[in-house]
C-alpha cells in the first residue's frame, strides 16, 4: 500500500459500488413483513476489500456508505439500522475471517445473518419492543440466501479482479 | 491454530492458515445448519407460546397510547407526533393497518394479527400495533 492515489481512486470505486448496490436493495423489499430491513447487498463489497486488503478498509467503505446512503436515500431510522447491520456483519467477517476456519462464502453468510440480526437488535432498542425478535428466524433463513449469493459472486471477484497491492 | 502454529519447523507467516479448504467448506455448511437450527428453534419457541390475544395496544416510540378490545370491530385513525398517520382496523378478531402516509407502506402490506405478541411495526413512524392478553407469555420488558 505505497500508492496513496491508487488507494484512493480504488476506495472511491469501493464506495461506489457499495452505493450502487445499497440503492439496488431499497427497490428490492427484503421481506413485506420485516420493515425498513435491507438485504445487506454491499456486503459484497466489504467481502471483497475484507479479502484484498484489510478490515480497516472495508471499515472505512463501510462507514462512508452507511452515511451517504443515509444522505441519499433514508432517514435518522434507516441509518441507525444500516449503520448496526453494517457494523456487526463486518465485526463477525473479519473475526470467522481471522478464525481461518471458514471459506470465504461461509464468511460472506455469517455476515448476512449477523447484518440482519443487527438491524433487529437496533428495532428492538430503538421501538422498545423484543418482539421484533420473534422476526429472526425468516431474517436468519434470508441471510443464509443472500449470504451465501454475495459469497459466490465475492469468491469469483476475490479471485478474478488484480489489485497491485496483490 | 492460527498464524503461531509452527510448520516445519518454521513460524508460518501472518494470515497463512493452517486449516485446508475442504475442511473450512465443511465448516461452512456446519455454520449454515447451525443458523438453520437457531432459526428454526426461535421459530418453534414463537409459535408454541402464542395465544389468542384480547387487545390490540398501539405504541408510539415505545410507549403505549392506546388499546382496543379484539372482539369489537372499529376503524381507528392513529396520529404520530410528527402528524402522520396510520388508519387501524379491527374486525373479526384481527387487527390491521389499511392505511398509512409512510414512504414504505410496509405497515398496510403486514398480515392482519391476531395472536398474543404478533405486531404491526410502522418503522418510519415508530409506530407499533402489538396483541396483549389472552394468557400467552408476556414478553413487555
Ligand atoms: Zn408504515
Known amino acids: 500500500m505505497k500508492c496513496t492515489a491508487y488507494r484512493i481512486t480504488l476506495l472511491g470505486v469501493s464506495v461506489a459500488a457499495a452505493m450502487v448496490l445499497s440503492y439496488i436493495e431499497t427497490l428490492i423489499p427484503l421481506s413485506i413483513a420485516v420493515p425498513g430491513v435491507k438485504m445487506g447487498l454491499a456486503n459484497l463489497v466489504m467481502v471483497f476489500l475484507l479479502y484484498k486488503l484489510d478490515w480497516k478498509h472495508a471499515a472505512a467503505v463501510s462507514i462512508i456508505r452507511v452515511l451517504l446512503t443515509a444522505l441519499l436515500f433514508g432517514n435518522a431510522a434507516s441509518l441507525a439500522y444500516s449503520a448496526s447491520g453494517a457494523a456487526l456483519s463486518l465485526i463477525v467477517m473479519s473475526l470467522l475471517k481471522g478464525s481461518g476456519a471458514f471459506s470465504s462464502v461461509g464468511v460472506s453468510m455469517a455476515g448476512a445473518v449477523s447484518h440482519n440480526a443487527g438491524q433487529i437488535i437496533m428495532a428492538v432498542l430503538l421501538t422498545g419492543t423484543r418482539e421484533i425478535a420473534w422476526w429472526l428466524p425468516p431474517l436468519i433463513l434470508s441471510g443464509i440466501v443472500t449470504g451465501l449469493a454475495i459469497g459466490a459472486v465475492g469468491a469469483v471477484l476475490i479471485s478474478k479482479i488484480k489489485l497491485k497491492t496483490d | ?141
Open chain 2, 1 to 141: 491454530m492460527r498464524s503461531k502454529a509452527v510448520f516445519g519447523g518454521r513460524t508460518r507467516p501472518k494470515g497463512s492458515l493452517v486449516i485446508s479448504m475442504k475442511n473450512r467448506i465443511r465448516n461452512d455448511i456446519i455454520l449454515a445448519l447451525a443458523l438453520l437450527l437457531a432459526a428454526l428453534a426461535v421459530w418453534g419457541v414463537v409459535s408454541l407460546t402464542r395465544k389468542t390475544g384480547e387487545y390490540a395496544v398501539v405504541l408510539i416510540n415505545g410507549e403505549e397510547t392506546a388499546r382496543y378490545p379484539l372482539d369489537k370491530d372499529a376503524v381507528v385513525e392513529i396520529e404520530t407526533e410528527d402528524g402522520h398517520v396510520n388508519t387501524l382496523v379491527i374486525k373479526d378478531g384481527e387487527a390491521s393497518v389499511t392505511f398509512a402516509d409512510c414512504p414504505d407502506k410496509l405497515c398496510v402490506k403486514q398480515r392482519a394479527i391476531k395472536r398474543t405478541g404478533e405486531t404491526i411495526i410502522c418503522l418510519p413512524h415508530k409506530l407499533v400495533i402489538r396483541i396483549e392478553g389472552g394468557g400467552g407469555v408476556d414478553t413487555v420488558v
